[in-house]
């Protein structure tokens, strides 16, 4: 449905500004007159020029998209205002006013009036699951019912403030190494497409027999200069080839198992799995949902097939009257300090704040491994390369030693 902005005047006389949603530019204006208002001004939003300049921007608009970071500002902003006693609706208009991103506009104005009309918060978001998550959504809706909606929310704010510096933690450690990979690959690809081939073409001209390294050098040459469009094809098959068949309930399911047992790699993605489940739960049950709905939440946000399993597991042993540290300590994919931490959690009456140091000493753990495991990755990478020119070096020397000796 679009989005209108207006001004208008109320009853008495004073301006009003604002944005609503509507079938069409008279509907804005009908609605605009029920609600006791006289519209001055109606007029769609848009990314298009102010100027009237041709819709190039219109392109754009395709690829709009609200980023997690603008969610987790809003949140924080909403929290604010509730918390100092602004209502909904009007703290809904404010957000309105303040947000530059004309998709995030027009989702705060559809969510807006949804409430106008009479729907829940909790309702209004789940009409746009792309934006809002099933977390996200359970979260709100336990604070409406709780009557601590801007607590839920000044929750859910920080839990995705702090996903976000984590992620970003992890991008910068993996930016270094990854931007060298491109870089030397990119160098030797030059180098043995290119330069090999015309020092090469010498010692093929001379029909002598040639070293080993030599001839396999020029095989790989004249492969990546003949075939590069093949590897290209091959990479970009295999990753959707990979990407549509994790899809498939049995491949995904090896997939997830297999980022779990993978030497270095495997204890790091557990690590990021167990801290993501941890501050899930403990945000969820620090807003008042039950445990068993918690559970069902954490479920779908750990993204780990295994873990989710141990935890359906865990969900029906606590219905049957056991703990959640008994029922998550015979899952192999939870590590038995997690366990003893939750236990003491569970007999202490502070499950929550225990969750949440589970999540505080995994995410430490995470973010120390990944800039060691960088660190590493560095002198390693260096190592390889200068393996590939040595043995370049190596190819195209042999030849010409050989020369040498035989002109000796």
């Given at each position: ?11 008495s ?19 605009l007159?029920?609600?006791g208002?006289?519209?001055v ?11 009237g300049t ?10 709009q ?5 603008e ?24 957000l309105?006013a ?21 729907n ?14 099933n977390f ?11 009557g ?6 000044a ?37 043995i ?62 997939w ?11 204890p ?6 167990i ?11 620090q ?18 097939v ?24 015979q ?14 959690g569970e ?15 995994n ?5 120390s ?7 590493m ?11 590939i ?20």
């Open positions: 449905m679009p989005v209108y902005e207006y001004a208008g005047l109320d009853s006389g004073k301006t009003l500004k604002g944005i609503l949603d509507a079938d069409s530019a008279v509907a804005a204006r009908q609605k007159r029920a609600s208002v006289f519209p001004e109606v007029k769609e939003t848009s990314s298009r020029p102010k100027d041709s819709s190039g921007l219109s392109f754009f608009a395709l690829f998209r609200v980023k997690p970071g969610v987790y500002a809003i949140t924080r902003q909403l929290s604010t205002l509730l918390g100092a006693g602004v209502p909904l609706v009007a703290s809904l208009d404010s309105i303040q947000k530059s991103n004309p998709l995030l506009k027009k989702i705060i104005a559809q969510i807006k009036e949804s409430v106008n009309q009479g829940s918060l909790a309702f209004s978001l789940s009409q746009h699951p792309k934006i809002f998550s996200y959504i359970n979260m709100v809706r336990s604070g409406e019912a709780s601590s909606l801007d607590i839920v929310l929750h859910l704010a920080e839990f995705g403030e702090n996903q976000q510096a984590l992620r970003g933690r992890f991008k910068a450690a993996l930016a270094y190494p990854v931007f060298m990979s491109l870089i030397g690959t990119a160098v030797l690809f030059f180098l497409t290119f330069i090999v081939p015309n020092i090469t073409k010498i010692f093929t001209e001379m029909h002598h027999a040639l070293p080993l390294p030599t001839v396999m050098l020029i095989n790989v040459s004249n492969f990546l200069l003949s075939f590069w469009w093949l590897i290209l094809l091959a990479m970009f098959s295999g990753i959707i080839l990979l990407k549509y068949s994790k899809k498939r309930p049995g491949v995904h399911y090896i997830d198992k297999l980022k779990l047992c993978i030497p270095v790699l495997g790091i993605n557990q690590q990021i799995v801290a993501r489940f941890g501050r899930t739960l403990g945000s969820l049950l807003s008042g949902v039950s445990l068993l709905s918690a559970l069902r939440i954490a479920r779908n946000i750990v993204n780990n295994l873990i989710a399993e141990a935890l359906d597991k865990a969900e029906d042993e606590i219905r049957a009257g056991k703990s959640l540290a008994g029922s998550l300590s899952s192999r994919w939870v590590p038995s300090m997690v366990a003893q931490m939750i236990s003491v007999q202490s009456g502070e499950l929550e704040s225990m969750l949440n140091k589970i999540a505080d000493t995410e430490r753990e995470v973010e491994r990944i800039i060691a495991l960088t660190s990755l560095e002198p390693v990478m260096i190592l390889i390369m200068g393996l020119v040595g043995f370049v070096v190596i190819s195209i020397l042999l030849p010409i030693f050989e020369m040498n000796q035989m002109i000796g």
